[in-house]
Nanobody
Framework: QVQLVESGGGLVQAGGSLRLSCAASGSIFSINVMGWYRQAPGKQRELVAHITRSGMTNYADSVKGRFAISRDNAKNTVYLQMNSLKPEDTAVYYC??????????WGQGTQVTVSS
């Protein structure tokens, strides 16, 4: 198993910004696609964004133009820059490979709360 440590969450007002980090205990270079996911209370976990090893990105429609995913393979870290945050972005954010592999890659997530 590879532990993923998500950090950078917190409480922010609508319109604010946060930068999330996901540090892996092992190498992520072999993982072609890494993703950020989120789960709001009472809702299913959803894909927010993903990035290939070469840096190609894809975003959920709800965050396009506001969020930016990046990765540093040398540091085994994936980032999510979140700007213009909205209350509906409130959720626990997780990173994981895409497609997901929660059995082998796991983390506690980081809470993001956006107040109106």
């Amino acid at each position: 198993q590879v532990q993923l440590v998500e950090s950078g969450g917190g409480l922010v007002q609508a319109g604010g910004s946060l930068r999330l980090s996901c540090a892996a205990s092992g190498s992520i270079f072999s993982i072609n696609v890494m993703g950020w996911y989120r789960q709001a209370p009472g809702k299913q976990r959803e894909l927010v964004a993903h990035i290939t090893r070469s840096g190609m990105t894809n975003y959920a429609d709800s965050v396009k133009g506001r969020f930016a995913i990046s990765r540093d393979n040398a540091k085994n870290t994936v980032y999510l820059q979140m700007n213009s945050l909205k209350p509906e972005d409130t959720a626990v954010y997780y990173c994981n490979p895409y497609p997901t592999n929660w059995d082998q890659y796991w983390g506690q997530g980081t809470q993001v709360t956006v107040s109106s």
